[in-house]
Each structure stands twice: as C-alpha cells, then as structure tokens.
C-alpha cells in the first residue's frame, strides 16, 4: 500500500508524454515553493543514459535537488516495487527538511504503482528474473500464451520487461497474471490525489515539432559516442536498458542496419509512436488535472496555471 501522506508538504504530480516539457515546468515549480523533484522515469535510473534520455543536466541538478538519478549501473534491472522503495525514502527525507516532493516524469506505471501500490502480486525473485531474461522474448510470449491468453492479448509484446514480469508472476504464484493485476488495473487512479496531479499535454503538431528538435538535439550532442561507449560497458546485455528509444536506433545504426540520417528518422519516428502510448496510459488510468499547453508559453506562465490550481486545494 502507498504511504499515507501526513506532512504538510504534500506530494506534486506532473506527467505527460516525453518532450511534452515536464522537466522545466517542475524545475520552475521546484525554484519557487521549495521543492526537491523527484524523477519517475525508467530509463533515467540508470547511469550513462544521459543524453538519449534527456537526464537533467549537471547545472539544473545544482539549482533543484533532483532523485532516484543514477541509482543503477547497466548490470542491474529496475522495477517498479524498487521504484516505490527509493521515492517513499525521498519523500520522507525531502519533507523531513521542509521541502515539497514533486514527482516528474513520464512512466506512468510508476505513478501508478507509487499512489495505489502493486496489489498481491508476489515480488521479484532473482534467479528466476535471471533465468528469463536470458530466455528469447519469442519463448517467453508462448509461454504467455499457453498459460494465460487473457494476458498475452492485452500486454505490449514488444516489451520485454512487461513480458517478463507477466511469466515471472504466473511461475511464481500459480496464477494468471491477468487475474491477479485485473482490479487493479481497473481502479480509478489517484482520487485522493487529483487535485495535485498535472498532466501536460500539447496539440500533436506542437508535441511532434518538439520531439523532432530535441532529437535532432541528442544527436548533435553526441548519442552515437555515448551509445557507442554505453555497449562497451554493457549497454546490450540489459534487455531493459535496450529498450530506450534512441539507444536501441544508434545500436542497429553502429551495427549496420541502417545509415545516420535514416536513423535519427526512425528516432524521431518511435518517439511520437511512445508519445501516443504515454498519453493513452494517462487518458486511461490518470484523473488528475490535464492541461494542454501553447506553443508560446513560457514555464513562467504554465506554472501560474499550475498554482491557481493548487492554491484552492489548500496548497
């Protein structure tokens, strides 16, 4: 179950699809009520991701206390139960020094989790996590299939890790997946919290126009180096870690698959596609506050909406 949040310095939400301009929006918030920014990102957890991720940088991390960064090297995996560990031990801290914890980012499933829990499914177990992801994915989705068709319909079989939780959960317990995850899956989220949950949003053309600058961005920042240096180090053997848009795009492009400009093309092109999952998730399960944001505005003027929000909440 989630913690009960008691302290004054109540939790802060903000969500949206990459790109859509969480991080400044949070920073701004952060510099003004004294906040520290929690980041709810699955890909930003891990260290030498830094460019295809768009990690915050080294200046914005002096102005705002930034968590759950770097916390993991290329060998391990993350979850979400390790998710909700790490930021209940930073809300606790950041308002134990007076501070508001503001939760930024863009994998919903980790709000989720933070605010309702991961119900009764049984927890990771190492050697069996190990054994499956060295098992070919096709293996694992028939599996899936035999046991339960219910779950093999509904889940993303282009996900690893999702697949790989849904067997590790049907060998642990015995049980399908789909049955121990439908209520749920099925709960509204964040009732309790709506008030103080933002999701942002942007017209497609606008959100499309920004992914494509900030991809082009990333490459002439250096993601092929970074990449390059990142499998040196273990980059292909993390089968979640591989899973980074961006990453996975440079590795077929270092390995011959296809040249540079028909790359950052087919960046461009999974970014909008995983931005229109993202914002299908929180159409889903989100009932927060959505707010579509305007080409022109500055993060000055968004947070201005943002606060005439939570003011009347008793912020």
């Not at 939400?13 to 510099?31: D, N």
């Not at 339960?148 to 997946?177: H, M, T």
């Not at 082009?216 to 240096?229: C, D, I, P, S, Y």
């Not at 980074?244 to 540079?260: K, N």
Request: glycine content about 6%; charged content about 25%.
């Amino acid at each position: 179950m989630p913690p009960a949040v008691e302290s004054p310095f109540r939790p802060i939400f903000i969500a949206g699809p990459t790109a859509v301009g969480k991080s400044a929006v949070a920073l701004r918030l952060a510099e003004t009520i004294g906040g520290e920014i929690i980041t709810a990102d699955s890909m930003q957890v891990y260290r030498g991701l830094d460019i295809g991720t768009a990690k915050p940088t080294p200046a914005e991390r002096a102005r705002v206390p930034h968590h759950l960064l770097d916390i993991c090297d290329l060998q391990e995996s993350f979850d979400a139960a390790q998710f909700i560990r790490h930021a209940q031990v930073a809300v606790a801290q950041i308002q134990a020094r007076g501070h508001t914890p503001i939760f930024c980012g863009g994998t919903g499933l980790y709000f989720k989790a933070f605010l309702e829990g991961l119900g009764e499914a049984p927890a990771t177990h190492p050697e069996l996590r190990a054994e499956l992801v060295a098992t070919p994915l096709p293996t694992l989705l028939e599996e899936l299939r035999a046991r339960d068709p219910v779950a093999y319909d509904k889940i993303d079989r282009q996900n690893p890790r999702r697949v790989i939780r849904a067997v590790e959960v049907i060998r642990l317990s015995g049980k399908p997946f789909s049955e121990q995850r439908s209520t749920w899956q099925d709960a509204p989220t964040l009732s309790a919290h709506a008030a103080h949950f933002f999701c942002l949003t942007r017209t497609s053309a606008d959100l499309h126009a920004r992914i494509n600058t900030r991809v082009e961005e990333m490459f002439r920042l250096g993601l092929v180096a970074e990449t390059e240096h990142l499998l040196k180090h273990g980059l292909a053997e993390n089968i979640f870690a591989m899973q980074a848009i961006g990453y996975r795009q440079v590795v077929g492009h270092l390995r011959g698959e296809q040249g540079l400009a028909e790359t950052i093309e087919l960046v461009k092109s999974r970014t909008r596609q995983f931005a229109k999952r993202q914002l299908t998730w929180f159409r889903r399960h989100g009932h927060g506050v959505w707010l579509e944001l305007q080409p022109a505005e500055t993060s000055a003027e968004i947070l201005s909406k943002i606060s005439a929000r939570l003011l009347p909440a008793g912020m």
